[in-house]
């Protein structure tokens, strides 16, 4: 079965994982410094830190913020259900909004008829790596919260994704560009957030007993400045992830033969709505492929009794009861939700499973025109 998501792990990997378990490193521990330092690096980004997922992350960034009680937060409805649930643990509401059909993406247009007196923040997501329009969302001088865990290696204007708003994240799971299994991070702009951010990752707890040994002869009392959950990482992730980014140029190029081996493919036949590339001074990721197609539920059956796991990323979260705005008409998402497919393309992928999944698609549009 070639699959539609994946990451590419070896010996690298394996050697630092190793170093970690030989010097008894298993929780957040010196990896996780030296991998937040190296992404920031790679980046160029200053606040951040690692945490133990992009949902938890998103988490965090909402609470960072401080909004009024009962404040909304606008939200793209065509993403991940984190997105939302991290709002409303937050104590928040989500406003889910449409996308623009062509990008996928979030954009001025679609936020500003959403925006009230209640609302307290934007939530961007740069869908696929594809840098979202920052300059016109940021116009609104609202608070933004940058949802880049598609964009570890994406970059608008000279700025890597997720540093352009007030808190940005990322995602490091077992299917992103940059995969340590689970794993996120945030960034953000104010020195008082991330010192903030750190505290709150140890359950809101100003110094673990380790660092608080060094000034205070009672480093056994707890210094708890806030009610928070523990999202500490471990070093056996941020192990994997310092070999991941030293390896990351190599797999973003395969990522990128691969769609660019689809476009080139895929010019020609007309049944099928190519993704947009990113603009030229910015830079994409490449995290998925999307494609558009009118009978996308008899193509990915076809594919899937051929070897070839598809998906849809993603059901629009308005259309969820648990959300309690299922009455909303958003048009591009629900046009998006009957006709996106996302194809295989990650590292692990060969050039020869690309052949197949070109080959099966355009078989199954030569035999089923309409």
């Not at 991941?244 to 190029?253: R, T, V, Y």
């Not at 020609?268 to 994409?284: A, G, M, Q, R, V």
Request: charge should be negative; charged fraction near 25%; hydrophobic fraction near 40%.
């Amino acid at each position: 079965m070639i699959s539609v998501f994946g990451s590419k792990v070896g010996n690298e990997e394996i050697l630092q994982v190793s170093e970690s378990i030989n010097n008894q490193w298993l929780g957040m521990g010196p990896k996780v410094k030296k991998f937040e330092n190296i992404f920031s690096k790679r980046l160029h980004i200053d606040n951040f830190i690692m945490v133990d997922s992009g949902s938890n992350a998103l988490y965090m960034a909402c609470k960072l913020l401080n909004l009024k009680k009962g404040s909304e937060i606008i939200v793209p409805s065509f993403t991940w259900v984190a997105c939302a649930n991290s709002v409303i643990l937050a104590g928040y509401k989500p406003v889910f909004c449409d996308v623009d059909l062509t990008s996928m993406n979030i954009t001025v247009e679609n936020i500003k008829p959403h925006i009230t007196e209640k609302t307290g923040a934007i939530m961007v997501v740069h869908y696929a790596g594809l840098p979202v329009d920052m300059d016109s969302i940021l116009s609104l001088e609202l608070p933004v919260i940058e949802d880049a865990a598609h964009a570890v290696d994406s970059i608008y204007k000279g700025k890597s994704c997720g540093s352009i708003g007030d808190v940005g994240i990322y995602s490091f799971d077992a299917i992103k560009n940059l995969a340590v299994g689970e794993g996120g991070g945030l960034t953000m702009k104010s020195s008082e957030l991330f010192d903030r951010a750190k505290t709150l990752r140890y359950c809101g707890i100003g110094k673990s007993g380790f660092d608080a040994s060094e000034k205070n002869h009672k480093w056994w009392e707890y210094d708890i400045r806030e009610s928070f959950i523990k999202m500490n990482p471990s070093d056996i992730s941020a192990a994997i992830g310092i070999a991941q980014i030293e390896k990351l140029n190599e797999l973003q190029l395969t990522r990128k033969s691969i769609w660019d081996y689809y476009h080139r493919s895929f010019s020609n036949i007309e049944e099928i709505i190519t993704p947009l590339e990113s603009n030229p001074d910015d830079k994409h990721s490449y995290f998925t492929y999307a494609i558009r197609v009118k009978n996308r539920d008899e193509l990915a059956k076809y594919l899937l009794d051929n070897g070839v796991y598809t998906t849809v990323r993603y059901h629009p979260l308005h259309l969820n009861e648990i959300y309690k705005q299922t009455y909303k008409i958003l048009p591009n998402c629900e046009t998006l939700n009957d006709e996106a497919l996302n194809i295989p393309l990650h590292p692990n992928m060969s050039a020869q499973d690309a052949d197949v999944v070109v080959e099966l698609i355009s078989s199954f549009l030569r035999k089923n025109k309409f």
